[in-house]
């Protein structure tokens, strides 16, 4: 089964404007991370948060973990029209920290 | 960060054909991931490769359909055989990060894909 699923599947927003993405998975998870991929290109790692984390920030990014809903949202501020991308979540679980089970993703378009 | 290429970098192949990926990555790693992203899907890891062993593939993927050759500790080769259009897709390959290179373990460094299309 689909382990991360993203909402809304597609986001458009105007520069200047905050955009923020969730993610819900399905069973206990050791960590979980965002990644970026630009037309469909190789992925770029933004941010990770771990199971014992609630909130963690990096630049005008802004992760959260609520692992009692088993749900994680992504939080860009001040939105540029170069953040135009998907955005993945994956999640890695059990004896395994390697292996990442990726959700199906939020394409978000920044509007100048 | 680990830099990673990937060739080709697009293709275009008849079905009943096979077709090569190759991937490169700068720095010895221990561990490859090769992962395929079908039209508008998310990522979905096919196998693991590691240096010296047979690669462990993952439910739904196998061995005579994708077979995987780790040479050494810089690169690896996934092979689509007996190609049909249900496999155009985006093959990806990715390694683990390392602590102190501005990543951990946990996350993965990914190459720029190769996108391939079956007829």
């Known amino acids: 089964s689909q382990q991360g699923e993203e909402d809304p599947q597609a986001l458009s927003i105007q520069e200047g404007e905050n955009a923020t993405m969730n993610c819900s998975y399905k069973?206990?998870?050791?960590?979980l991370q965002w990644y970026r991929q630009n037309s469909g290109r190789g992925l770029v790692h933004l941010i990770l948060?771990?199971?014992?984390?609630r909130e963690k920030h990096s630049g005008r990014l802004r992760v959260t973990l609520d692992t009692s809903k088993k749900s994680s949202s992504l939080l860009i501020t001040a939105s540029r029209a170069a953040d135009t991308a998907s955005y993945f979540c994956?999640?890695?679980?059990?004896?395994?920290?390697?292996?990442?089970?990726f959700g199906k993703g939020t394409l978000l378009t920044v509007n100048p | 960060s680990a830099v990673i290429s990937q060739k080709p970098s697009r293709d275009i192949c008849q079905r009943g054909t096979s077709l090569t990926i190759q991937c490169q990555v700068d720095?010895?790693?221990?561990?490859m991931f090769w992962y395929r992203q079908q039209p508008g899907q998310s990522l979905t890891l096919i196998a693991t490769?590691?240096?010296?062993?047979?690669?462990?593939?993952e439910s739904g993927f196998v061995i005579d359909k994708f077979p995987i050759s780790r040479p050494n500790l810089t690169f690896s080769t996934l092979t689509v055989s007996n190609m049909s259009p249900e496999d155009s897709s985006i093959y990806l390959c990715?390694?683990?990060?390392?602590?102190?290179?501005?990543?951990?373990?946990?996350?993965?460094?990914f190459g720029p894909g190769t996108r391939l299309l079956v007829l």
């Open positions: 490769a590691n240096q010296g062993s047979e690669a462990t593939y």
């Open positions: 994956a999640t890695s679980s059990g004896g395994s920290n390697y292996k990442l089970t």
């Open positions: 069973t206990s998870i050791n960590n």
């Open positions: 990715s390694v683990p990060g390392s602590r102190g290179g501005g990543g951990t373990q946990e996350t993965q460094y």
């Open positions: 948060i771990r199971s014992n984390e």
């Open positions: 720095s010895q790693v221990t561990m």
